[in-house]
């Protein structure tokens, strides 16, 4: 048990005790704890003094002065002097912060609970922490927003300490449901998960709303974090501690919206070191502030609302506060030093990420103009809609409008189609004249076309996605420092190796859904791979996924110091381990050099996916769409022949049980050629208007077996999988996509 919550349990043993009237003393109740008499012994001090102040509450508190009769221009209240009384009862202790303790209490004439917040007793005689208290009690009073706790009142104790009431809030505060947020992510299913992060995201929002209006009446907060942020029990979302709160220049804008300029008349007039700028919490303070700069600014407070914005994103401070010095953590803010959340997870979508990264930008004129652009954004990203901060790729575009109106999708297309048929001819169409006109002749093969032209993106997009989340994975792990110093160890055993192979397959288990797993060293000899097989020991350096040459040689033939430079999609092979067939993502893994010039090339980090193992295809899809997988590269499969068109996912495929596989053959293979390089010249120039794609009324299912559930004649939409690699550059696995629907059932 905590110290803190060991003192609460001791203040409430003397509370309950008091109300018995049994008084036990502090050696009595630490009797056990001795350690903590003397701050058991302070609480209860602080606790009668409060008692002592509520018992003086009777006297009158004047609310509006009386109007001099002779002041001009005015009526007189004829009632005189308005007064008011207020009485606290039953105070007890709540918490304790750096600068003061806070009380809850019971205000007997309006029934409510209330929160007295005190100056520390150790800082009473500190002008300058004075002057801070009672800056933070005027301005929160001022500040009259629904994302800021009301005041009620303000005074001083008899022996001169400050002191505030303000509404109590019951809740927890942001950094706290962040991490119990964090907590269950490995507990609660994707929905839920994801429906609490949106939650959150709508909470940072009114938090960005507030420092909105706090910075349209000329503030700035200057401490924001999520220890600053509480969250109500009934939505409420409040930003609390505004003690460290400076007056600045309002826009022009901000001054014609009628709100007037916020100046604290109190604790504001002392003159401000270069201390008081560099004031804050230092893992979420600016770069301005960490160098003490006497400019501080909105844009300041941006970069913190980016910081709290990475915390939700990541689970952790932009800076390690844990392991730093406060000067090295000044240091990395100063120098922009911040590790991109996309680096520490992968879930992390490229608009979220560039959104905090926007607002955590070095220079103050490159992060968002204002709080409230940066909540408008995330908004945005909240509604499927394309933020300003991030500047999506051909890929991205069509997949988000896809994940937005999956639903209507389909039927928008076929609308969408249906008016265009009316107002225009069938020449629009520049595909075959033979599909053309079939199509034409009834509203069936139309609708359908739409339908399986639409699906066939979706899922090739969703399959792209899915090769981009494993390019990923595999491009952060062939980074990580253990691995490298693993395979630079020339004395090094292989169990090591496996121990961390072990640990990323099972981390990655649920996202890659892979195979296995492997390590080649610098010269294709297999040092790992989980599961373990009698492959280790072997040289692979004759495979695609070692050297990238587009086609497996021959076992023993290796090329002569070449290896792959970049994410890699291999051919299909045959797995020397098991005889199944399958395709391997890799990367090299790469070290620097003793002299620091070059990268020095370690070996291969992959993954092994099991052909027929692709069953995302079919998750997005109507009962009655049917996936299909196609591999347009070269293989050699069959008697060391070169041929293309391999069938890579069907339902009916059991390509363990086969020697020779299924493929695409003939005209069509040509076709899809030509939109494979259709589709690559649209993702270089993304103003090139789309092309339809691919669509056929008369298509033969290749795969046979299954009965006669897949004979007769199907609809199918043909869409090449392009995968945005790095850069923004498209990587064309030679993948595509077929959505097929039955046209004529077979009897």
């Known amino acids: 048990m905590s110290e803190d919550n060991r003192l609460d349990q001791l203040l409430e043993r003397w509370e309950d005790g008091v109300e018995r009237g049994l008084h036990p003393t502090v050696e009595e109740l630490c009797a056990d704890c001795p350690e903590l008499a003397s701050e058991l012994r302070a609480r209860i001090e602080d606790l009668q003094s409060i008692s002592q102040l509520l018992d003086l509450s009777d006297a009158p508190t004047e609310l509006i002065p009386g109007q001099r009769k002779d002041a001009p221009g005015r009526r007189e209240l004829d009632e005189g002097p308005l007064t008011a009384e207020i009485d606290l009862t039953q105070p007890k202790f709540h918490a304790e912060g750096g600068l003061g303790v806070v009380f809850t209490a019971s205000d007997s004439h309006l029934h409510r609970e209330v929160a007295i917040k005190f100056l520390h007793r150790s800082f009473a005689r500190d002008s300058r922490t004075r002057d801070r208290f009672c800056r933070e009690a005027e301005i929160t009073s001022r500040l009259d927003h629904p994302g800021i706790v009301p005041v009620h009142g303000i005074g001083e104790t008899q022996d001169g300490r400050p002191f505030y009431i303000m509404r109590f809030i019951r809740g927890e505060t942001f950094e706290s449901a962040i991490q119990n947020f964090r907590k269950q992510q490995d507990q609660v299913h994707t929905r839920q998960w994801n429906l609490e992060f949106r939650a959150l995201l709508t909470r940072f929002i009114s938090v960005c709303n507030t420092i909105a209006y706090a910075h349209n009446r000329g503030i700035v907060h200057r401490d924001i974090k999520p220890e600053n942020i509480m969250l109500g029990s009934y939505g409420e979302t409040m930003v609390v501690d505004w003690g460290l709160a400076l007056p600045v220049q309002r826009d022009p804008q901000a001054r014609a919206s009628g709100e007037r300029t916020l100046v604290p008349l109190t604790g504001n007039t002392r003159k401000q070191g270069a201390d008081d700028y560099a004031a804050g919490t230092p893992t979420y303070m600016s770069p301005e502030q960490a160098s003490g700069e006497t400019s501080i600014g909105i844009a300041s407070d941006i970069y913190s609302l980016g910081a709290v914005l990475y915390k939700i994103l990541t689970g952790q401070s932009p800076v390690d506060g844990k392991t730093l010095g406060l000067n090295e953590i000044r240091q990395r803010i100063r ?91 069938f020449s629009i169409w520049t595909e075959s004249a033979k599909n053309e006109l079939e199509m034409a002749n009834t509203d069936l093969a139309v609708a359908n076309r739409e339908l399986l032209v639409s699906a066939a993106k979706l899922t090739a997009l969703t399959v792209a996605q899915n090769i981009n989340e ?24 292989r169990a090591p190796l496996l121990a961390w192979l072990q640990i990323r397959k099972d981390r990655y288990d649920a996202t890659a859904d892979s195979e296995s797993w492997f390590i080649c060293d610098a010269h294709g000899i297999q040092q790992a791979r989980i599961p373990e097989e009698d492959s280790i020991g072997n040289s692979y ?35 020397s381990n098991d005889d199944d067939k399958k395709v391997a993502l890799s990367i090299p893994i790469l070290g620097i050099a003793s ?90 120039s993304p103003n090139l208007p789309r092309s339809p794609g691919l669509f056929r009324v008369d298509y033969q299912d290749p795969v046979p077996g299954g009965g006669n559930s897949f004979q007769g004649r199907w609809y199918a939409a043909f869409e090449p999988v392009l995968v945005e690699g790095r850069e923004g550059r498209a990587r064309d696995p030679g993948w595509v996509v077929i959505v097929q629907k039955q046209a004529t059932p077979s009897h």
């Not at 495979?543 to 051919?571: A, C, M, W």
């Open 335 to 425: 120098e922009g030093r911040i590790t991109p959340p996309r680096s520490v997870s992968r879930k992390i979508s490229r608009s979220l990420e560039a959104i905090c990264l926007r607002a955590m930008a070095r220079s103050e004129h490159d992060r968002y103009p204002s709080a409230l652009e940066l909540a408008t954004d995330v908004e945005r990203y909240l509604g499927d809609e394309r933020v300003q901060a991030y500047r999506e790729s051909p890929v991205e575009i069509p997949f988000r409008w896809f994940r937005k109106h999956r639903l209507l999708a389909q039927v928008t297309a076929i609308s969408i189609l249906l008016l265009v048929m009316t107002l225009t001819s």
């Open 541 to 575: 350096a004759h495979r695609d996924y070692f050297h990238g040459k587009g086609l497996d040689l021959k076992t023993g033939e290796n090329p002569e110091q070449e290896h792959i430079t970049d994410l890699h999609l291999s051919v299909p092979y045959t797995s």
């Open 470 to 493: 494993r390019y990923h994975i595999l491009e952060r792990e062939s980074e990580n420092p253990d691995l490298i110093t693993l395979l630079r160890d020339p004395d090094s055993n």
């Open 595 to 684: 002299d620091g010039d070059q990268p020095e090339f370690l070996g291969v980090l992959g993954m092994s996916i099991k052909l027929g193992n692709f069953q995302i295809l079919q998750q997005d899809l109507a009962t009655n769409q049917v996936a299909v997988l196609v591999n347009l590269g070269i293989d050699q499969f069959e008697e060391d022949q070169e041929k293309r068109g391999l069938i890579l996912h069907h339902p009916n495929l059991h390509v363990d049980q086969r020697t020779s596989l299924p493929r695409i053959e003939g005209d069509l293979l040509t076709e899809l050629e030509k939109l494979r390089e259709t589709r690559r010249q649209e993702f270089r």
